[in-house]
């Protein structure tokens, strides 16, 4: 009896003492993931006239999923928020970053150089969650980045029959046609869509997906999910139309980020706090709240119309 009780005993004791190190590591994994790391620009690639992308080694970053993003601190600059891109080459341990010229943040950055500095802290947010049958990607520009690691997600885990609709303005904008190719499988379908028809399909993506929407609704065929990344008109009009045809959608927003952590309250969007409750929402919670494609904040927090 004695002995059984010690057993007992010893049994609890050491499953708290595996608890204790399982928090431990959880611990020490968040507080390296919230430290910033210096990391070196390996290699940087030409994808558009506007648009670099920028290879680096970093195992969190390698690590983090579809829709997460960093914090990256540009030296002497500031600090923005950027989506995890893959690595063209599938290193393990790799990752990347692709950004646009913009305004001072993003053009120093897009100016960097192999052998450049930066810092990283993150990946945060929420991901986009998986689902298999038949999905539909729409992405715009660099809304595509997070699309195309979910694209890598979707074939792994689910098998999921991807179609994949990616526009730009025109021909000089179309990025990424051949990754996306590569990653849909045979299964998979991309469609490429220029406004100006200079290159693909003439039209906006909304109305490719309105159009491959009808395909599948005269078949009978039914689509499980559709997933949306790119300017925020767009991504309006799709959730709109995922609302209408009864499908579900998750889409990845952008707001100003500061801290990234929750802490500023910077990146809020009604009731949502976008880097903790976001990036990626369901079109259920985004089309509930009232500013999403109407306002958006500015660097002071003062609403202005989209
Ligand atoms: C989750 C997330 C992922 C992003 N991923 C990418 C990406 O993969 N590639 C890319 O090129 N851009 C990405 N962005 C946008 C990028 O962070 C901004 O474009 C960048 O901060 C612009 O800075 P700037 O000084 O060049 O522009 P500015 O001239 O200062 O601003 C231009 C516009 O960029 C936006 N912006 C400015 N500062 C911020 C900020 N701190 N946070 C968010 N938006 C801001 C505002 O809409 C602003 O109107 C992402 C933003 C978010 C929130
Ligand atoms: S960026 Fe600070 S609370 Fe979201």
């Not at 993003?69 to 600090?79: A, G, T």
């Not at 098998?159 to 046609?177: C, H, N």
């Not at 409750?277 to 369901?282: E, F, K, R």
Request: one cysteine or more.
């Amino acid at each position: 009896m004695h002995i059984g009780t010690d057993a007992h005993n010893d049994a609890n004791m050491d499953m708290n003492m595996d608890r204790d190190i399982d928090m431990d590591i959880e611990m020490d994994m968040n507080r390296d993931r919230d430290r910033m790391r210096l990391v070196r620009v390996e290699e940087v690639r030409d994808e558009s006239p506007t648009v670099r992308t920028l290879i680096f080694r970093d195992e969190h970053a390698y690590r983090a999923r579809a829709g997460q993003f960093l914090m990256v601190w540009i030296p002497r600059v500031d600090e923005i928020p950027m989506s995890i891109m893959l690595d063209p080459y599938d290193r393990e341990g790799y990752a990347a970053l692709t950004v646009r010229r913009h305004g001072y943040s993003s053009t120093t950055l897009y100016n960097m150089h192999e052998g450049s500095t930066i810092g990283v802290r993150g990946p945060y947010g929420r991901a986009f969650t998986v689902s298999n049958g038949n999905v539909v990607l729409v992405g715009g520009g660099t809304g595509l980045v997070p699309l195309l690691r979910l694209c890598k997600m979707l074939y792994n885990s689910t098998g999921a029959k991807v179609t994949f609709i990616m526009g730009s303005r025109s021909r000089d904008e179309v990025i990424f046609e051949g990754l996306a190719r590569g990653l849909v499988g045979s299964d998979g379908n991309v469609i490429v869509c220029t406004d100006d028809g200079s290159y693909g399909l003439k039209g906006y993506a909304s109305d490719i997906l309105k159009a491959l929407l009808e395909d599948y609704r005269s078949r009978e065929e039914r689509v499980d999910m559709i997933y949306t990344c790119g300017p925020e008109a767009m991504m309006f009009k799709v959730l709109k139309m995922a609302d209408e045809y009864g499908i579900e959608a998750q889409a990845s927003l952008e707001r100003i980020m500061k801290c990234g952590i929750g802490l500023c309250s910077s990146c809020c969007m009604g009731r949502y706090i976008l880097c903790k409750d976001g990036p990626v929402m369901s079109a259920r919670d985004i089309l509930a709240c009232d500013e999403f494609g109407v306002y958006v904040r500015d660097k002071s927090g003062r609403l202005l119309r989209v």
